[in-house]
């Protein structure tokens, strides 16, 4: 490399602009706290979202078992335990037919989409505490 | 100095000083690069840019890919073609792939005492460097400015090694001539 031709370049492009770094970085930390509030409030709304999803569908869920007859298979297992454990396997076929599994599917899909909203809004709140 | 890839891995695992003093570092730098493409009025906006770009894209650079200081380099080039974009005007197509000659690819080129006299003057130095077609223009700053190797240049700029050293020749071929037209 010509090394004459190096240092020239270096000195006459030498513009230092200290204060443009300092710009940057607050550009760069209100886009940060922007960001961080808009996925606040993302996360909020599908937590609040979740978990009124997940009250209608606990209390249909209790109305679901209370008709399916669930109640009363687990009864059984306490009055006619011997009767059950001479056809255990059709007692565990009619229990697990009285259960109603789409609506636990959708409860424990709201549940873990609640649990998840929480955890990312904490890690938000902790980002901000930080970030200020 | 802390090295770049520690202050990146210290960003990402939430010490936002390690970005911070990625920007302090190479800010300058940026800076007095494009300043040489856009001029004065919106180079502080371009660079502003540039550093959001990194700050977006931080957690996908790959660092067994190519250095910090690359990629940024590469960052500012494109934004350097958006703002032309912008402009409605092609920056880096002013030169096409032209068929090398053997001959042009040297390492050195180097500039007799006279004509880097000359050059120390800063607007004679501005007035051949805007002559320069925008490719050798990059390459002469890169290079003499920012110490990049020309295999580093070439990431940059997207072009192979020897195509690099073969502008970074005629660059200096025709930064004599303009320099003895002065």
Known sequence: MDKNLSKLFKQVYNYSESRLSDDIWRAIQAKE??????????????GILSLGGFVFIAISLKQQFAS??????????????????LYWKEYLLSLVDSLPIASLGALLFLLCSMLVSIRKVIQQLKGKLLFN | MEDDSILIKRYLEGEEEGLKILIDKYTSSVYNFTLRFIGPLNTSDVVQEVFIKVWKNLKNFNEDKSQFKTWLFIITRNSITDYYRK????????????????????DEAILP?????????KE????????????????????YQEDMTFKEIGEVLGKPLNTVKSYHFRAIKLLKKLCTKI
Not at chain 2, 113 to 121: A, F, G, N, T, V
Not at chain 2, 124 to 141: D, F, G, S, T
Request: no cysteine.
């Open chain 1, 33 to 46: 706290a922007r960001s961080l509030k808009i996925q606040s409030l993302l996360y909020s709304f599908v």
């Open chain 1, 68 to 85: 399916s007859g669930f109640f009363e298979y687990v009864s059984l297992i306490f009055s006619d335990g011997g009767l059950i454990a």
């Open chain 2, 87 to 106: 402009k409605k005007s092609i920056p880096f197509s002013s030169l096409r792939e032209e068929e090398l000659n053997e001959d042009e690819i040297k």
């Open chain 2, 113 to 121: 005492d006279e004509m880097l006299e000359k050059l120390q003057d």
């Open chain 2, 124 to 143: 004679i130095l501005n007035k051949i460097l805007n002559e320069l077609p925008e490719n050798y223009r990059m390459i002469l700053a890169l290079y």
